[in-house]
């Protein structure tokens, strides 16, 4: 990526915090989580990760999308890149059986995969690309403790100008890493952390990349990654940017108004909260404890 192109995503950066407010909200059906996704080559589909109603509701979005006769790569957030060729395999094995590929390509089990089960059987019903995109956790850990040379190379590192990125960026970053953790990190914790989430970002960006062209794609992530200002979006290159939405997946704010979050999506769809226990209290005591850091 040259200079040009670099200076250009650092404008487009801009440009985004400036155009925020044009957020769209949808409804929350199938029906106009389709429309929104029809005719992008790109589609940056956020998720919370444990919200089953939004799974549903993607799920039932996409078939919709693929009864219009739409072909797009699916690519997972779920699935570390390393296990694209267990994917392959499942797939030549037995190619209708989303247990047997999520059995043998699966690497987090943290992961609530009967959520993800039926988009993967979708995309093996449709003979779709499923593309392994994530960063391994362990990938994201050697670059927050020994930096981007852990996973980029030297020219790779230059062309994304990964030690000159805007101040702003890397700002806006570091809060979202503080935001996520209950603020319960040190100051001196959040860069690190915000470069494995950086690194996770160019890594999907990356992926997704080879389908943009072709037959389009639509990516599964959490909505940190799917953010149009600091996440996958600002790893596209302009003419990708042009043809991409990002959708974010949000749920209803206790006090019934929009979530504040709602401004860093091309659109948001609201929905209601999942039931969990409180995940600040659970992270209150990883962090408090020694043997869990």
Known sequence: MRFAERLTFT????????????SVELEANPAALMQAMQGHRVVLLGEVHDNAAQHVLR????????????????????????????????????????DYLIAHAKGDAAWHWDDYRPVVALALEYELPIVAANLSRGGAMQVAIKGWSSVFDARTRMELKLDSLPVDFRRKHE?????????????????????????RDIVMARAIHPYVDGRGVVLLAGNGHVRRDIGVPFWLSAEEQRGAISIGMLER????????????FDAYVITDRAQRDDPCKELEQRVQSPKTR
């Open 11 to 22: 404008v487009l950066f801009l440009a985004s915090m400036v155009a925020a407010a044009a």
């Open 253 to 264: 704010s206790d006090n019934g108004s929009v979530p504040d979050d709602a401004a860093d």
């Open 59 to 98: 799920a039932a979005a996409l078939r919709r999308l693929l009864e219009k006769g739409a072909r797009p790569a699916i690519a997972f957030e779920q699935f570390d890149r390393e296990r694209q060729l267990d994917i392959e395999r499942a797939r030549r094995e037995r190619p209708r059986d989303a």
């Open 175 to 199: 809060e979202a890493i503080a935001v996520g953790h209950c603020n319960l990190l040190s100051a001196q914790e959040l860069p690190a952390r915000a470069h494995a989430q950086m690194a």
